[in-house]
């Protein structure tokens, strides 16, 4: 037990590092943008959102990449494993071509869908625009990252992630304060951030390819069938993406103080979410290997503890977040208002840490296993009832605490039921040896 643990922690400490890159660089937009009044944390709440659908669309370029990798390097074959990453990456790269020829265009119309005031518009417009050129190198950090997840290496993207965020929150200030850019500034510091990133990581991946004769033109069949496994992926992430759009939109009807505290409880969720998630990668990353070696007795093991350590964690996080949540508001904004809210907000999310626990975990565990159509089946289920719950809950008590506590806890609740299914017995096992 004690050597399954160790090799759990010695990818999932360091995979905090870089899982906690993408909202923690929200978690400083938000702390320095929020200063700046609630009009500017509501634009900064829209076009992250819009943002972080895509990119949380487009996870599936790590989530399916990492047991690809694991399981050729599992089978001995590393110079098969780094190329199963650059498919990964040249998809990475081909998906962001579209998405700015397809997006750049309808960023107003976007943002108008979320219905706010003029202002928060043109703050929300400013700041997606700016972000939006950064997709190709965020893309690409997200596909290189899990390629050194598969060669089971968590280290590097903390190293790298640590960097950027340090980077991140220099350049922020001096575009938002400094050079009084405003949300603006917030969106241009990110980008260079994100540029710097994904250098290091292509000058990594780069010199992975020539010393171990991987080729780093793209193979075009690997390419294809990367994004066919990702499909069922990007199922997944789609319904999930869509109950947050949801959570904001009904946000927004409520008014642009309540906006402003589900921008920042949101922005506390995917971070404390992603904290638990680094289990959830080392998951991915050991049962994809265990899967190459075909140790299914290994395989087994690993969920069960993997499990035990999901909970365990949740209810140390969601403990620690009770215990900060009466100061918790004065972090992001000086308006009293927004500050009381996000108290309560994040007392209910407490509430949900240890269930959230139990289904990233199980997210990344089958995501190891290559199980992605179940995933997308059983989200789209969990939208489905979470959709039927905000209709009949928050339509009868219509304000912000029940609208979050719809999402922190009843949505995450379906989610554990269908996962929690899933592996009620080893069948996902014999499964997942099929597909090797």
Not at 72 to 78: E, K, T, V
Not at 165 to 193: D, K, W
Not at 314 to 319: C, D, F, R
Not at 331 to 342: D, H, Y
């Amino acid at each position: 037990m004690r050597a399954l643990d160790r090799d759990i922690l010695g990818l999932a400490v360091p995979a905090l590092g870089a899982l906690a890159a993408e909202p923690l660089f929200l978690l400083a937009d938000t702390a320095m943008v929020g200063h700046l009044g609630p009009s500017a944390l509501g634009a900064l709440a829209i076009a992250s959102t819009i943002l972080q659908t895509v990119l949380g669309l487009m996870i599936f370029l790590a989530y399916a990449t990492t047991p690809r990798v694991a399981r050729r390097l599992g089978a001995g074959d590393q110079a098969g494993a780094i190329s199963a990453g650059f498919d990964g990456i040249w998809l990475a790269l081909i998906t962001s071509a579209v998405l700015l020829v397809v997006g750049l265009p309808f960023i107003d119309t976007a943002v108008g869908w979320f219905n706010p005031t003029a202002e928060v518009a043109a703050g929300a417009v400013g700041y997606l625009t700016i972000s939006w050129w950064g997709l190709p190198f965020m893309l690409t950090v997200i596909a290189a990252t899990g390629l050194l997840r598969g060669l089971q290496d968590t280290r590097t993207p903390l190293y790298v992630a640590t960097g950027g965020f340090l980077a991140n929150i220099g350049l922020n200030a001096l575009f938002i304060y400094g050079l009084e850019m405003g949300v603006a500034g917030s969106a241009l510091g990110t980008l260079i951030a994100h540029v710097a990133m994904c250098s290091i990581y292509l000058v990594i991946a780069v010199r992975a390819a020539r010393r171990f004769g991987a080729g780093l033109r793209p193979d075009w069949r690997g390419v294809l069938s990367s994004a066919r496994t990702s499909g069922w992926l990007l199922l997944r992430n789609g319904s999930l993406r869509a109950a947050m759009i949801i959570l904001v939109v009904l946000a927004t009807g409520l008014g642009t103080v309540q906006l402003a505290a589900i921008q920042v409880i949101q922005t506390l969720f995917n971070a404390l979410a992603l904290v638990l998630d680094s289990l959830a990668i080392a998951g991915q990353a050991l049962i994809g290997l265990e899967l190459g070696l075909r140790r299914r007795d290994r395989v087994a093991a690993i969920n069960r503890r993997l499990i035990q350590w999901g909970i365990g964690f949740g209810i140390v996080v969601g403990a620690l977040l009770a215990l900060v949540s009466p100061v918790l508001g004065r972090v992001f904004t000086q308006n009293s208002e927004v500050a009381g809210l996000i108290t309560g907000l994040a007392l209910i999310l407490a509430v949900g840490m240890p269930l959230a626990g139990y289904v990233f975990t199980l997210d990344g565990v089958l995501m190891g296993a290559e199980d992605s159509r179940y995933l997308a089946v059983a989200q789209f289920g969990a939208l489905l009832a979470y959709c039927l719950l905000l209709a009949v809950v928050f339509r009868t008590w219509p304000n912000v605490h029940v609208l979050w506590a719809c999402f922190g806890i009843g949505f995450v609740a379906w989610r554990a039921i269908g996962l929690g299914w899933r592996v009620r017995n080893d069948k996902w096992i014999i499964r997942a040896e099929q597909r090797t």
